[in-house]
């Protein structure tokens, strides 16, 4: 039975492994190493919320609050490590209920070798098996078809397209959003669970 998703406050931290990587949750040391990720245009501008240029003391803020925020149950963020270095981040966040978002990026050097996919699969089960949400809701700009793939092959289903203010471009963007049943988890082609 899925736990009780009242009970995700002081949640045990967990690291969570993959074939090719391990996913642990963030430390505020995290947070040189996201600026240095997120300076890179090609990777800030596809997320929506984020500043850019980066601003090294409010992602410094960023992730002195990300301990709390799981220990709260309002947020759980994974740094992605390959080989010891992380290479990018994964997180389930505006946790209310029983639903949550799901979020990633990669540094550029990682892409397109199936690490979005890995990184992202292991942090859906684990918001459907270990904290017991029902639903994951999230997005992509409507530019960005490898986000759409990767969501996709997890198996969310698309829902409305619409503008949304994107911070990183300092302009209104068309957004897809995307949603994920637990339920459809469960069932989907080829479970192994
Ligand atoms: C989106 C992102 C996380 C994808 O990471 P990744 O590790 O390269 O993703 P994966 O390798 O798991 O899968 C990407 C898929 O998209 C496909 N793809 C890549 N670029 C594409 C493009 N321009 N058009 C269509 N498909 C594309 C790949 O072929 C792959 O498909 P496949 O599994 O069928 O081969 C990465 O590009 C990134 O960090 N981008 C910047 C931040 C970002 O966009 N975050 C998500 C915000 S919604």
Known sequence: MAP?????GNRPVVTLTTDRLALRP?????????????SDWDVTRMLRMAQFPPDAEDMAGWFGEHRQEWIAGTAFRFAIERQGRMIG??????ID?????????????????GYAFE??????????EQIGLARLKTGHAADNPASGKVLLKLGFRPEKAMRKA????????????????SEAWRNRAGADR
Do not use: C, M
């Not at 981040?89 to 505006?94: I, R, S």
């Not at 994107?166 to 049943?181: P, V």
């Open 4 to 8: 009780n998703p009242k009970n995700i």
């Open 26 to 38: 963030t430390t505020p040391a995290d947070a040189q190493r996201a600026f240095e990720i997120q």
């Open 89 to 94: 981040l994964v997180d389930l966040d505006e």
């Open 97 to 113: 209920g029983e639903e949550g978002e799901l979020g990633y990026w990669l540094e550029k050097p990682s892409w397109g070798q």
């Open 119 to 128: 990184a992202a699969q292991a942090v859906v089960t684990f918001a459907f």
């Open 166 to 181: 994107s911070r990183s471009r300092g302009e209104e963007i068309l957004h897809q959003s995307y949603s994920l049943a």
